[in-house]
């Protein structure tokens, strides 16, 4: 391997569970066939030592499952805490296990964001969607947004909601006000298709997408294409196996972002029909750069993934 060509992960996403509390209808999670694991401490250890050998800028112990129905995820953010001091710490959650006696144990930690995937306020939409009690959940997030609790939780709290062809306008904007009240960030998104398991009506973009520039591990240790592959189909290694460095600059890794990058994304299986539009322009020539961008602004204008739709 040329040292010159050696990149490194921005983002390392680590799967300590591939459980999960909630059913929700456009999440992969309920199909997924693998067996259902809480990642062993040997493995997590293993790959946050692994990270400390580049820089990196931000990770989430977070994949394909709840982390809080992982009953090691405060030890294991602690870890994250201590040992990788300056990369971000990001946190992903339905709020539905996020009690008071965990938010308490997030005081002072260091989560520098925290999302958590409310996607409606109307309670029977959301024991349709999610399979959970919608009460439990408000319950918490009240807790967690007092005043003098929540910046001590994470710096930054957002709440998310998955727009669906069955969410209204009125969902969407209950949602935005109820954010406003409680004084985090709401944030709208279309539905991913999860490289076509999913239906979504949002097309496959044809610029490169952000994913191929980070890595996510399962619980099992074979990392994963990206957060779509949910069954680890298209493995780029193994973690238990490799350093998380030589995985992201292995030869399965380098196709991918070398097609994405030369804008034949249609050709990287499964990419060519996973609507996933986040871009990438990382390490892409200022031509290409150029081309990209007129595609992403378009995609955007186009089909408005993000934000309130009717
Ligand atoms: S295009 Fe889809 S399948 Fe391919 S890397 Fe991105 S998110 Fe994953």
Known sequence: MKTNRIEHPRLVAIETTNRCNAKCEFCPNNRMSRDRLVMDDELFEKIIDDCRSFPLGAIEPFLNGEPFVDPRIMDRLLLIRQRLPKTRLRLYTNGYGLTP??????????????????????PEAYRRIMGLDLERTLSNLAYLTEPQRKPRVARKVTFRMTRTDETTLKEQEDFIEYCRRLGVRSFIVGLFNYKGAIPSHLPVPPYPCEHITRIDVLSSGIVTLCCMDHEGEYAWGDARKDSILDIYNGPVALRYRTLHRQGRRHEADPCGHCNVFWPSLERVSPLRKAQFAVQIASYFLRFWPTGKRA
């Open 101 to 122: 006696k965990r938010i308490d144990g997030l005081l002072g930690l260091g989560v520098d964001h925290l999302y958590v995937s409310l996607n409606t306020l109307d």
